[in-house]
Structure formats: structure tokens, C-alpha cells
């Protein structure tokens, strides 16, 4: 299953990481990394715990600053971006391993983002198409003044998404979004993120095999923070060209590691 | 090993509930002319107020820069601590060289306001600081990840997330203030004279400084009923300050 083409607007960006090294404590975290992502689909970023994957990804919407190289999102550095890092994270959507719903009603959760008045503007029809595009609207749609906390684990990670998509974000990147989950909740989140997929770029760390080969167009495979192949799913899976590829996809681990 | 863990353990358990019960016990029957000590507590109460007033903005400040700065504001920790450290009566000297005398303010309200906010900021700032960290880690990146700036991280994320532990430092702050006698002793209290100040350039008397005074009489038993009196009632608001604290900081672990 992969991503799932919808009607209605479909974005086209790029984004391009050269060179991407980090360095934290003395630790070499991210070694000149080099990837880049398709307009729209779902790129999967797999590796063992420890490749600098959720790294990889802070270093990207900038939450961590101190990294060297080059990073572009539709040709810009994200470097100087204008409006700095803020506007650059509006941009760029990033979903947690863990749901994080802050105390407040699901209103305000979806509303988070925004600007103080953009919060009281928002029409409703926004927050439906919002938490529709996270499948969520039919389970809350009636109860959106209830205090966020009361969902489910699955409804609360589908709500965070849905705060992410509030900002109308280029890119999503998804930082292993079912880790927490059970598998009937992990799969509606897939779902959901495979529909999203056909409208934009999506980055998605996992270092789950199987929902990477269920939900991968392109694959890049870290370890220890080095790009050891980028490929097309299919390829990836079937015939990886590196060593250390075949022997992740067959023990799970990097042999970098070993 | 454990018997000997409990009786070295003893004093530390026994001996502050007990030194509390005798404080009550001899204060108690003094109670009945508690309006004869309304000048000493709305004093205390007023200097307590000002001091955390002035310390309250100051020491939040602190400790939201301090939290932004994580790792680099370790040096500021460290001076804060150190001035933790400092004996209020050092504090209440510079209070009176400076204000009382360099500032001709004289023994007012003001400066002994002034001296206890220098007294009680450095554990304002070190408790506000512990209740922002208290803040879940996700929280804030997830905040960050929306694309908000620092102070609306701070204003939506940390402060409303903080609140009961920032509550709590504030009263603990109270009870501080109400519980240091050297700097209000060389800034702002006089023995008596004084019902209700005036004015924020008024002195006033406090139940720490009436203490003081009234113990220097050992001698005689109508000063030392007085100075009990006055004990159990600061005892008791020192009590109910900590005790809310103490509260309101389980309720927040819940």
C-alpha cells in the first residue's frame, strides 16, 4: 500500500540536504548527509536506534542549529530563511514519536499553531477539513470543546497531525508516529498518513521494516549517521546494493555497528 | 544499621515538631488579645507582600532567561546559589547603608520591602526555575515545532504549564519574608509607636522584630508571654504559607 493520490491541491516541494554534518558533546551524530526528496510520496528514513534519524530530522526544521551544511527547501537554505526558524517550522510539519496534546480542548489543541487572531477567526469548516484530512472529525467533530487529554493514544497522535496540517506545512516529516501506538491504532495512522502522502512530500522515520516496506516509495538507510543507500522501495528491498543494507534488512542491524 | 540510620534520624524528626508544639503550646493562651499584635502582623504581612511584589517579576524573569538558556546559564545558577547562600543580616546592612541612610528613606516600609525581595530572590528564582523544567520537554518542542517564538512558548507553554509549581515558589517566598528578622530589623521595623504606616516611607512593626525586642526582656514574664503570643502567630502564618505550598505541590504531582 502507498500513498494514496487525492483529489483536491497537491503541493510540489523540494527538499535537498548536502553535506548535513552534527556534532554534539564531541559525537559525530550526522556524517555528511545527502538525500533528497521526492515532490510528493513517501520517502522513509531506516536505520537501526542511534543513526541520527530524529536527528536528522531537528537538524532540518532547524530545532537544533548547530549542524554544518546545506539544507534546501524549494532552492532556499533553510539557513536564511525568511522569518528564521519559526516560520521555517511552520513550513516544514514535524510529528512526534509520542503524541504530545497540550491541556485545553481539541479546539484549542488544532488551533495551537496559529496566531492569537488567526485562533479567533478560524472558521469551523477549517477544523473539519483539518482534523478530516486526519481522520478524526467524524469521532469528534460533535465534541470539540472536550479537553484534548480524553482521547486515545491513536486519536491524540491523528490530532496532532491535524494541528501540523492547521499550518498548511510544505513538507510533513514524521518522526516514527506509531512507536506508541497498538497495531489497530498504528495502522489508522498509517492510512491517514498514506492519504496525506498524495497531496505532499512526506518524510517518515521508522526503523520498523515491515511499515517501512508497507508505506516506502524511496528509502534512504542511515547509519551512524551516514546515508549508506538511497533507493526506489522496490530496489531497496529486493536487491539493496550495500553490505550493510542486506545485512540490516536480514538481522535488523547495521553492520557499521558491528 | 537501619536502627542506627533511625536513631542518628531522631533529632531531625523529633526536635522541629517539638520546638513547633512548645512555640503553640506557649503562645496559645496569649491568643485571646491577638488585636493587641494587628500593628506586628499587618506589618510582617505588608513587608512580606512588597518584598515578594518586587521579587515576583524580577525572579521569573530570571528563571524564564535562565530556562531559555539551558546549559549556558549554569554560571547563573551557580551565583544564585552562592547568594543563596549569603546571611540576610549581610543583605539588611547594605539595605541600611544604601537606603535607610544613603537615600535618606530612613526605617520605612519601602526599604525594608526592598532588602527582604534581595533576600528572597535568589530562592524565588531557583523555585520558579525548578517549576518551568518541571514543564515536559515534548511539550515545548512540540510548541517549537508549530513554528512559536520564545515568548509565546513561554506564555502558552511554560507559564500555564508551570503555574502550581510558580504558586508554590511564590508562597514560599512569603513564608521566607516572613520569617527573616535581621534585614527588616535594620531597614524598616521599630519596637512600637506605630499601629498602621501611612505610607510606603513609613516604618512599622513586625512580629520578627517584636520578638527580638521583647525577648531582650528575659526578665520579665508579661514581655516573654507577649514574645510567645507573637511566635505562635508568625509560627502559624509561616505554617500556612508552607503547608498550601506543600499542597498545591502534591496536588500538581498527581
Redesign the interface.
Known sequence: MKALPLSGNVSSHRLEVRNLSLVVAGTQILDRVALTLPATGISVLIGPSGAGKSSLLRCLNRLWDHWEGEVLVDDQPVSQWPGGGDALRRHLGLIGQKPVVFPGSIRANVLFGLGRRQRRTTPLDRIEEVLGQAGLWREVGERLDRPAASLSLGQQQRLCIARALMLDPAILMVDEPTSSLDPSACRVIERTLLELAGRMPLLWVTHDLAQARRVAEQVVFLCQGRVVEEAPAEQFFSHPKKVESREFLRWHVCDCEL | MRGLVIVLAMPALVLPPALLGVILVRGWPGMGQIDALLGQLSGSLLLAGIGCSLATPIALGLAVWLRLQERQAMPWLRLLQLLQGVPPLVFGLCGMMLLVQGLHWGMSLMAGGIVLAVVVLPQMSMNYLAALERV?R??T?????????DPAVVL??WL??AWQGLLTGLLLGLARSLAETAPVLFTAAVFSGVVWPTSLWSPVTTLQTHIFYLAQEGIDERAMDSAWTAAAVLVTLVLIFSLSALWIRLRSLR
Open positions: 515536559p515534548e511539550w518542542e512540540a510548541a517549537r515545532s508549530l513554528g512559536l517564538d502558552r507553554v500555564p504549564g
